[in-house]
């Protein structure tokens, strides 16, 4: 409605597009996990994990590098510090996005050619299903270096949300101190922030978490109860955050 009437802000764009990822990645980890389970043969053995993969490599990141973007515009916008790389990013805060998604681009440059390069290696050995056989380690070292680009802006999130819960928490006590135990509308708004803060925290760690267990299933494809949680874990991030951020 506000990109209609012409009044589609830095704020909105980052909010429209965090939206659309999260939509599309809700619905893809729901395909994804119930293939997985229910469909294991059809899954592994059709194009179907080809297909999953490179829709799941744009949309997640791109949810993670909005959820980012996110982050950064709320810790330049509130967050008070005096430091002279802060200041200077602050006064370019229009500029961060479009940063950022420059790093979504390059992000997507580099995990492209890993992701095609793993899909003709395992066509060129005319494999039958997708339990890779590789070492462990060299398994996951290819994992590492496929999400680089998502290691990255989730690092630089939680950076930004620790730095932010600082800020509030400084400015909370200070506010404190000067009304003498009294609560006023704004110290309790600056508290409701850290708990929102907090709370995104540990659902980005969760989500982490299950996407790692995910990944870990390819080399012990025989625990499904361990998936079934990966899978819950990590639908749980972009379903909670979503809540928090309307609700918060």
């Known amino acids: 409605i506000n990109c209609v009437k012409h009044k589609f802000s830095l ?7 965090l939206a659309i990822s ?12 119930f293939m997985h389970i229910f469909s294991p043969d059809i899954y592994f053995s059709s194009n179907l994990i080809e297909c999953i993969s490179y829709f799941w490599l744009i949309i ?14 709320y810790f330049l916008k509130i967050a ?7 200041l200077w990013l602050k006064s370019r805060i229009n500029r961060i996005p479009a940063f950022l998604l420059g790093c979504l681009l390059i992000s997507w440059l580099f995990s492209f050619p890993h992701t095609v390069k793993m899909f003709k290696d395992h066509k060129l050995k005319n494999a039958t299903d997708w ?22 802006s989730f690092t630089l999130s939680l950076t930004t949300c620790v730095l932010l819960i600082i800020s509030l928490w400084r400015h909370n006590r200070q506010m404190q101190l000067n009304l003498t135990g009294f609560r006023d509308v704004n110290t309790e708004a600056h508290v409701k922030a850290m708990k929102v803060l907090i709370s995104f925290i540990i659902l980005s760690i969760l989500y982490f978490v299950g996407i790692i267990i995910e990944i870990t299933f390819f080399s012990v494809p025989e625990h499904k109860l361990l998936l079934m949680f990966g899978i819950t874990t990590s639908v749980l991030y972009p379903w909670s955050h979503s809540f928090i951020l309307i609700l918060g």
């Open 131 to 152: 339990h890779f056989n590789v070492s462990k380690s060299e398994y996951f070292i290819k994992q590492v270096l496929l999400n680089l680009g998502v290691i990255f």
């Open 80 to 86: 008070n510090f005096s430091n002279t790389i802060f």
């Open 11 to 17: 704020i909105g764009f980052i909010l429209t597009g």
């Open 60 to 73: 997640n990141q791109s949810s993670i590098w909005f959820a980012t973007c996110l982050s950064i515009f």
């Open 22 to 33: 999260r939509i599309c990645l809700i619905w893809l980890l729901i395909t994804d996990g």
